[in-house]
């Protein structure tokens, strides 16, 4: 089903460094304070697809902005729709109101609608006064489509994963590749998945984390690019037929005291760092990029309400849009890195990335420059 290798190594252990800025100690969305991720994954049967039964590669993965009830402490928030091919749930709210006030799933397409149910029993069991003395609760979740190696139609992520991911979920080191929501999901005709990394900007701007997660199922292997280089083109043994549509979700956090409209301008900027990585978010892309900030958060009620917002001086947001492009690279080729060869439903494959193969290529780029 899967080489469940934990040897692979990220990016920045194969020695490929991305960008200027450094990143935190995990070199993760962990490093921003209180982030936490969980993931739930599901890995069960072989051979031909059996709708409704399996074989099943999929999963579901949570993030949690702070250690706190977040209904009670929304976080400031944005989100930016690269292209809309998707189907992704709780996005009008946060734009309109600029908060997030649940943890944000990730699974695959058609487990959204049980994901957000299970989200909002969570939220209900927390918040007694929900729907009773107070309003309702604005569930997020997002998705990309696993069906290449997932029954996708049997739904097979319930209430009880989505509850262990939230439960499970903790901060330092987190799992990448073909874990979680990433189980299933292909990005450049190989493994992808879950992948993270962040990066600190400069103590007299401030000193904020930035961290990103994404979760890749998207591009065709002759447009991919590692640090600069065509890889993809001589991996492929022939131009790919596949469009380079697909999804990818990518979760920007930081720790900067920044505003809904300056988070909006962050999220923007995660399309820098998919597009460095070869994407050309085609026409059956659902590309979606949520950003929050883990300071100035607003409580739900009014008596503990605080009207001043602190926010960074506009000019050092440039540091923080580098932040956000180089984490995102980052984060999607350690989803690439991480991933496991994995055969799925109907002896359908995706292969790891060939290390040796890249590390031959990357060589060469160098000796020829």
């Not at 929501?181 to 990394?197: H, N, P, R």
């Not at 000019?315 to 989803?335: G, P, Q, V, Y």
């Amino acid at each position: 089903m899967g080489e469940m290798s934990k040897d692979r190594p990220r990016v920045r252990d194969f020695g490929i460094k991305i960008g200027s800025l450094e990143p935190g100690a995990n070199d993760s969305i962990t490093d921003v304070q209180g982030v936490r991720v969980g993931h739930a994954t599901l890995i069960k049967g072989e051979g031909p697809l059996r709708p409704g039964q399996g074989p099943i590669r999929t999963g579901v993965t949570a993030i949690l902005p702070h250690e706190g009830n977040i209904f009670k402490e929304k976080v400031r928030a944005a989100s930016f729709v690269i292209n809309g091919f998707g189907k992704s749930m709780g996005l009008i709210q946060i734009d309109e109101l600029g908060t997030l006030e649940t943890p944000i799933l990730l699974t695959n397409t058609l487990n959204v609608g049980i994901v957000a149910d299970a989200l909002i029993e969570h939220m209900l069991e927390m918040n007694p006064d929900i729907g009773v003395t107070t309003g309702t609760v604005d569930p997020v979740v997002g998705e990309c489509n696993d069906s290449f190696l997932n029954d996708i139609r049997g739904r097979h992520v319930k209430s009880e994963h989505v509850k262990q991911a939230i439960r499970t979920a903790t901060d330092g080191q987190m799992e990448e590749g073909a874990v979680g929501a990433g189980t299933g999901m292909s990005a450049f005709e190989l493994k992808g998945g879950i992948g993270s990394s962040s990066r600190i900007i400069p103590k007299e701007s401030g000193g904020y984390v930035t961290g990103v997660l994404v979760l890749s199922n998207f591009g065709r292997l002759d447009d991919l690019m590692i640090d600069g280089v065509h890889v993809g083109r001589e991996l492929a043994s022939h131009p790919a037929p596949a469009t380079g549509d697909g999804s990818i979700m990518i979760l920007v956090a930081t720790d900067a005291p920044v505003s809904s409209r300056q988070l909006k301008r962050m999220a923007k900027r995660a399309t820098h760092g998919l597009a460095r990585t070869g994407s050309i978010s085609g026409h059956g892309s659902g590309d979606v990029v949520i950003a929050f900030s883990t300071v100035n958060r607003r409580s739900h009620y009014r008596e503990y309400s605080s009207a001043q917002i602190k926010s960074v001086f506009e000019e050092d947001m440039t540091w923080l849009f580098r932040a956000t492009a180089e984490a995102t690279e980052e984060a999607i080729l350690n989803s690439l890195f991480r991933a496991e060869t994995m055969i799925g439903r109907d002896g359908n494959k995706r292969m790891a990335l060939p290390l040796e193969e890249t590390r031959k290529i990357l060589r060469n780029h160098t000796r020829a420059h």
